[in-house]
């Protein structure tokens, strides 16, 4: 084992691995977060309109055990292995054969795939730990985003915090650097949401966007900001555009744009500072 961990191919293996069986724990967490959020709410404004709270069932990350959606019948271990058991099961439940969302070994291939990457690209040691840390959270935020526009505090602000903990060595940057990143990622998306507000009379994005590249700048440093705004932005615009005009997507449909963020943050983690370097070459 410790020759595996060594070794640089060994390590990613391993990683892999270990992301796969993480994604599947990932789609839990993509399911279960914004419906024990919602629990929570309800159960608040419950008590400030003075109503009394009816026990309910528990309802966490590891209570009820996973059910089929279709059938109700209980998920077995040996159909819960990550992708494994997407393939042998033909993507059907081993019940009511009713369809498995491709979405869950979409989760698991994409995480084991990252962290696999990630650990062959930093090689063994604490920065490929953080990173693979860093790339789980993009991963359950992203799909978070999509399926409920929310961006939860739960993840967003233990993210900012662990990024700047991380960088108390400075693994992906100097401290200074991180806490400058963490406020001016705060502070910029404020700004802007702030002037389309008052310029528009509308909100143009939430404030988790916010709170997420106030991570981002906590991981990676103030300096891979401009890069991740940029990134994001060209990416979501040209998601916008394409919805707009093959899906007829409304333009007052909003749009999350925490995927975007998410995304051009893992490229800032490994590329950023390749693509900085060549954009200010050019300029």
């Not at 309800?42 to 009816?54: F, N, T, V, Y």
């Not at 891979?224 to 449909?253: E, F, K, Q």
Request: proline letters at 7%; glycine letters at 10%.
């Amino acid at each position: 084992m410790a020759d595996l961990l060594v070794s640089p191919v060994g390590f990613s293996v391993l990683a892999g691995i270990l992301s796969l069986f993480v994604g599947s724990f990932l789609n839990v967490v993509i399911h279960r977060l914004p419906v024990m959020m919602e629990r929570e709410w309800q159960s608040q404004a419950a008590e400030l309109r003075g109503e009394p709270i009816s026990p309910s069932p528990p309802f966490n990350l590891a209570t009820p055990r996973s059910r089929c959606p279709h059938c109700g019948a209980t998920i077995r271990a040996i159909d819960n292995i990550p992708l494994f058991s997407y393939l042998v099961l033909q993507g059907k439940c081993r019940h009511c054969r009713a369809g498995i969302s491709p979405r869950y070994p979409l989760v698991e291939v994409l995480s084991g795939l990252l962290g696999a990457y990630a650990a062959w690209h930093f090689g063994p040691g604490i920065p490929a730990a953080a990173a693979i840390l860093f790339l789980w959270s993009m991963i359950a935020l992203t799909f978070i985003d999509l399926d409920t526009q929310l961006l939860p505090d739960s993840l967003t602000l233990p993210l900012l915090w662990t990024g700047l903990l991380v960088n108390i060595g400075g693994t992906f940057a100097p401290l200074q650097d991180a806490v400058l990143g963490a406020a001016a990622g705060y502070l910029v998306l404020w700004t802007v949401y702030w002037l389309f507000k008052l310029s528009t009379g509308k909100e143009g994005m939430g404030y988790g966007d916010f709170k997420l590249l106030a991570a981002i700048g906590a991981w990676l440093g103030w300096k891979m900001l401009p890069l991740t705004i940029l990134l994001s932005s060209a990416v979501g615009a040209c998601v916008g555009i394409a919805l707009i005009l093959l899906y007829r997507h409304g333009r007052n449909v909003p749009i999350p744009f925490g995927p975007y963020l998410a995304t051009a943050g893992v490229l800032a983690l490994f590329v950023g500072e390749t693509l900085t370097a060549r954009y200010l070459s050019l300029l």
